[in-house]
């Protein structure tokens, strides 16, 4: 029986975007801590699970019907020119069947009325991926389970700072929807704010081998975000190990006056030619760019921060 594999909601000033995954059965192993075999397991079983693919779906909100159409990945995507102030009831139907909604993590996301939201990448930005080494990537993947993946300290503090806050955290990853439960498990485990997940298609074996998750994914996702969020600034954290320096400089010169601070995590102690011209190409475009390991003053970092968001 298909079920609804990821579903959120998101509510902004004065647009929601609804976006959800249908997979035509569940891959959960239905266990509170998994061995490291059963985690092996579940993995496998997520790139052989099939999609709801090219499908018909009615999606009822608030006792209104909307149609949509999964893609090739089972994902379904559409915007409403209307915001919620609480949760809406959704219900989702194929063929006349009200599906089963799996997900053990929030479905909705209002714009709160804060100063300022927070933007952040996840894979080496809060946990520990290996994104740089495949071979290391997918030993760390296939067989170390969420709840013993390492956090990175300077954004797990930072992040655990604002949990306590009513600020919005949107975590914009390249991770194919594939690691949903994965993530938010991680996110749960290690109490980070449980924002909205904005992951990549939902991929089988031989998609992610070719590795092509959409070019312009994160850009146009976080500018979408900004956008249609107003009177609001924005703290962004990444990485120097895939295009988050690259992007997030172009986001700078899109919203000048809507970034506050860019976080970047230092993954190797020497950077390549290539990804020193890009991080000194995001400090010229914008000064307070903080390219930080774990020698970086933590709590200098905190008391930042904390101004900023106004504790």
């Known amino acids: ?28 192993v239905k266990k509170k801590k998994i061995s490291r075999l059963d985690h092996l397991l579940m993995l496998i079983k997520s790139y052989r699970t099939k999609p709801l693919k090219n499908s018909e779906i009615v999606i009822n909100i608030e006792d209104k019907n909307f149609s949509a159409t ?14 919620f102030k609480n949760k809406p009831e959704i219900s989702i139907w194929f063929q006349d069947k009200k599906l089963e909604n799996t997900q053990d993590y929030p479905i909705f996301f209002r714009n709160k009325n804060t100063k300022i939201d927070v933007i952040s990448d996840i894979d080496d930005t809060i946990l520990i991926s290996h994104t740089a080494s495949a071979i290391k990537r997918i030993g760390v993947l ?71 998750k959409g070019k312009d994914f994160k850009l146009n996702t976080i500018n979408f975000i900004i956008k249609n969020s107003l009177d609001k600034k924005f ?56 390219y930080f390991n774990e020698e970086t003053d933590l709590d200098l970092q ?7 968001i106004e504790i």
């Open 1 to 28: 029986m298909a079920i609804v594999w990821q579903l959120s909601v998101i509510s902004l000033n004065s647009k929601s975007l609804i976006k959800g995954v249908i997979l035509e059965k569940n891959p959960l």
């Open 70 to 83: 999964s893609n090739s990945h089972g994902m379904f995507e559409f915007e409403l020119d209307i915001s």
């Open 142 to 212: 296939s067989l170390v389970p969420s709840y013993k993946r390492k956090t990175i300290l300077l954004t797990q503090k930072l992040l655990e700072l604002i949990n306590n806050t009513p600020t919005n955290v949107y975590y914009v990853s390249k991770s194919e929807s594939n690691l949903f439960a994965i993530l938010n498990s991680f996110i749960k485990k290690n109490k980070l704010p449980k924002g909205v997940l904005l992951l990549t298609p939902y991929l089988n074996f031989k998609q992610l081998l070719k590795g092509k």
């Open 235 to 290: 703290i962004l954290f990444g990485d120097d190990t895939q295009k988050d320096m690259e992007v997030y400089a172009t986001v700078v010169k899109s919203f000048p006056d809507k970034i506050e601070r860019i976080y970047i995590r230092q993954t190797r102690k020497q950077l390549s030619k290539q990804k020193a011209t890009l991080l000194n190409n995001l400090k010229d475009t914008f000064s307070k760019t903080i």
């Open 302 to 308: 905190l008391k930042e921060v904390e101004k900023l």
